[in-house]
């Protein structure tokens, strides 16, 4: 195939890569913002719309992983149609686990029906993580659908938050629990879903750091928040020149 039949081949194939993976993004987004509609009002006829977009983000994913396969083994690219492709195959993963959670949250959804309102107001801060987890599942995505690698360089210090908060609500749900102020099988289920949450936001940075890979070529250290945190103390601790 002469060069410029092969280019045009290429770009072909990235182009409808690409059309996917924001597809994909936007399936699994979706999905999660509906599965905490849902959970919020413990609404079945959400939960089951969850579930149908768990099935499409796997079968798109599926679609993706062949597209990427054929684009290495046909056209052999480099440089940063290389990362777009295998960046792409990771971050796949990363989305589909998103949705997962999102269906996870909704077969909470469905067994917290039974339970009575009022419990519910003793783990508010739940919706705090919720949204917290969200915007940094939007934020990632745009970052891979704009390719700005910038707008992700932060993120995780953004999860450190969220970390602290997943913490917190440990503490106080476990703290009601032994205090008899919640009903032991709601609080273990409100551990599922803060724990899902904190989840949702390491897949988040995890397509945030190969965002800023795909886009520069530089891997970002991931350091431990504990790590970080014992450098700027020791780094503080100096004496000024």
């Known amino acids: 195939m002469p060069q410029a039949a092969e280019r045009k081949a290429l770009e072909k194939g990235l182009h409808k890569l690409n059309e996917n993976m924001v597809t994909l993004a936007e399936l699994a987004e979706l999905s999660i913002r509906k599965a905490v509609d849902g959970l919020t009002r413990l609404d079945p006829e959400v939960a089951q719309e969850v579930f149908t977009l768990d099935q499409e983000v796997y079968g798109l994913q599926l679609e993706i992983e062949r597209t990427c396969i054929d684009l290495l083994a046909l056209h052999a690219p480099v440089a940063r149609d290389l990362r777009t492709i295998t960046t792409s195959l990771k971050i796949t993963t990363d989305l589909d686990r998103i949705g997962r959670y999102g269906k996870d949250l909704s077969e909470l959804t469905l067994q917290f029906r039974d339970r009575h309102i009022v419990e519910r107001a003793d783990v508010a801060r739940i919706q705090e993580m919720a949204d917290r987890t969200i915007t940094m599942v939007d934020t990632a995505i745009e970052a891979f659908v704009h390719r700005n690698a910038e707008s992700v360089r932060n993120i995780i210090e953004v999860d450190d938050a969220v970390d602290l908060l997943h913490d917190e609500n440990f503490k106080d749900i476990v703290r009601r629990m032994t205090e008899g102020k919640l009903n032991v099988e709601t609080g273990a289920r ?3 879903v803060n724990r899902y949450f904190e989840r949702i936001a390491d ?24 790590d970080r945190a014992k450098r700027r103390d020791d780094g503080s601790a100096k004496p000024t020149p």
Do not use: E, K, S
Not at 205 to 224: A, E, F, K, S
């Open 190 to 192: 409100y551990l599922l």
């Open 203 to 226: 897949h988040a940075v995890n397509i945030g750091l190969r965002v800023v890979y795909m886009v520069t070529g530089d891997w970002l250290p991931r350091v431990r928040a504990a």
